[in-house]
């Protein structure tokens, strides 16, 4: 909500606490956002070019080496002991190990475990920054000064002392990112024993009991892996800086099933403490071996090397020999439903929103306390549907279910203007549907003209009129809503049906 006082937008100061500040009231400098932009550009280049300069002092593929032996690291860490997931972390090993091939330097300084991982956490900080300026670019934050300041004679100290704050727009994504137990970089990390029963299964796969692994079949492994799939999926696809790192689009046509990547990295022997190494012609055999007659085009697409470094950096070339990282390539394994097998999981998100619709938004309303009437509709030939008829203290509620929350590019303002688009719609009765790139208007029943169908006909469903005499009109969603009423209708997440009034 914006500030009681003078209406201005909130921001929200840092966790754990959120406090949020009237920029007005509380006189703050927001720069305008045209000048903060820019500022926010022209930090992020410094800062990126002061990182190459301390790059450029390494040895070059020692470096790189180290990077990859880390990034295995991390993901044997999360494998075995299912820690939260660090994504921005993942993000850095990646992004780096991308740029560092493509880039051209040779220093004289030896990499070694401690000054690559204060390389990485530098950079970490980076991408951060890089982040805030998305958010500062997508509206979701304000660029803040401690004093006046003229932007004609600043230097790059005083641009680097401004912060970015978020502002109360961000606060949906927040609440939905921790639905999805995905948690910002600074928030205290929770341990996200919620999805551990589900992790377990997923290393069965590539485990399995007395080493004997369980069948795959991907519909079966998107089914039961859905809730970490998405999280991995969306996670890793928030921004544009991380859909840039994780692109995978020239893996379509090759990989026809994810577990490739896994016989293509199960070829090769995994040891406790070290990371794996192969001459390039075991690679390009087991290559051979998994993608057959394709083995050749495969090649390219799989392997990154000094010449060939824009890829995803799974497997890497440096020096005659393969990095193969068996936990990594689990991870992209797991990242790669998602996005080559669409039509499945598409079906997958599809059967569990029907779900919140029957099970899920019937289980919240009777905890607290409703009674519970599911699809209602007016008569046999139906002319208007309703998700449930929800009765509690004299007021009913018509209840419209939607399944919609995480999506991939969820830091981008387009996407939740889509959604508050579509949720206009509801309350309107106005649906989109994409005809090919084109959205298109189809007229829907509205909640408005359910809600007055409600109001005369509540005694047909089992609802005094005499009892309910406030008749309301609610939608709920799997997550955070950007806006919270239109038309007098509330707009909320479903773990929020117990706050409703
Ligand atoms: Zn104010």
Not at 108 to 131: G, H, I, P, Q
Not at 142 to 154: G, I, N, R, T, Y
Not at 230 to 244: P, T
Request: aromatic share 12%; hydrophobic share 40%; with cysteine.
């Amino acid at each position: 909500m914006p500030c009681s006082t003078c209406g201005t937008r909130l921001l929200i100061q840092n966790p754990p606490n959120w406090e949020k500040k009237c920029p007005t009231c509380d006189k703050i400098h927001v720069v305008n956002r045209e000048v903060a932009v820019r500022i926010s550009s022209e930090r992020l280049l410094y800062v990126y070019d002061l990182f190459l300069r301390y790059v450029r002092q390494f040895k070059k593929t020692g470096l790189i080496a180290h990077i990859i032996w880390e990034r295995e690291r991390f993901a044997r860490d999360f494998f075995d002991n299912y820690k939260p997931f660090d994504m921005s972390r993942f993000v850095a090993y990646n992004f780096l190990i991308k740029h560092l091939m493509m880039g051209k330097f040779n220093g004289t300084m030896d990499a070694n475990e401690s000054n690559t991982a204060e390389l990485v956490k530098t950079f970490d900080r980076y991408l951060e920054l890089l982040t805030d300026h998305i958010y500062l670019k997508e509206g979701f934050a304000e660029l803040v000064a401690d004093m006046p300041f003229d932007s004609s004679s600043l230097t790059v100290q005083e641009k680097l002392r401004f912060r970015i704050i978020r502002t109360e727009d961000y606060l949906p994504l927040l609440r939905t990112y921790a639905n999805n137990q995905i948690y910002p970089e600074e928030e205290a990390k929770k341990i996200t024993e919620g999805y551990r029963p589900e992790w377990e299964r997923i290393k069965q796969k590539v485990e399995g009991e007395q080493g004997k692994k369980i069948a795959y079949n991907p519909r079966v492994f998107i089914h039961n892996s859905y809730s970490i799939l998405n999280v991995l999926y969306c996670g890793l696809i928030k921004n544009a800086i991380y859909a840039e790192t994780f692109d995978f689009s020239n893996y379509e046509g090759l990989v026809e099933e994810p577990s490739q990547i896994m016989d293509v990295a199960n070829g090769f022997l995994l040891v406790a403490e070290y990371p794996t190494v192969t001459p390039l012609h075991e690679f390009r055999n087991a290559l051979k071996r998994v993608f057959k007659g394709k083995a050749i085009s495969a090649e390219p697409i799989l392997l990154v090397t000094e010449k060939n470094p824009a890829t995803f950096p799974l497997f890497i070339l440096l020096e005659g020999n393969v990095f193969i990282s068996h936990r990594t390539a689990f991870l992209v394994f797991a990242l790669l439903h998602p996005i080559l097998l669409k039509d499945y999981f598409h079906d997958e998100t599809v059967k569990r929103s029907k779900e919140l619709e029957t099970t899920r938004a019937k289980d919240a309303f009777e905890k607290a306390g409703y009674t519970w009437v599911p699809s209602v509709t007016d008569k046999k030939k139906s002319t208007l549907e309703i998700d449930g008829l929800a009765g509690r203290n004299g007021t009913l509620f018509v209840v419209e279910v939607k399944g919609w929350g995480l999506t991939t590019f969820y830091e981008h303002k387009n996407r939740h203007e889509q959604l508050v688009k579509a949720l206009k719609g509801i309350v309107d009765g106005t649906k989109y549907k994409m005809k090919g790139n084109k959205p298109v208007q189809k007229k829907i029943p509205s909640l408005l003209k359910k809600i007055e169908y409600a109001k005369f006909n509540m005694n047909k469903h089992g609802f005094d009129s005499n009892v309910f005499k406030t008749v309301k009109g609610v939608i709920v969603i799997e997550d955070f809503p950007p806006i919270t009423e239109y038309k007098e209708i509330r707009i909320i997440g479903l773990e929020d049906v117990p706050l409703l009034k």
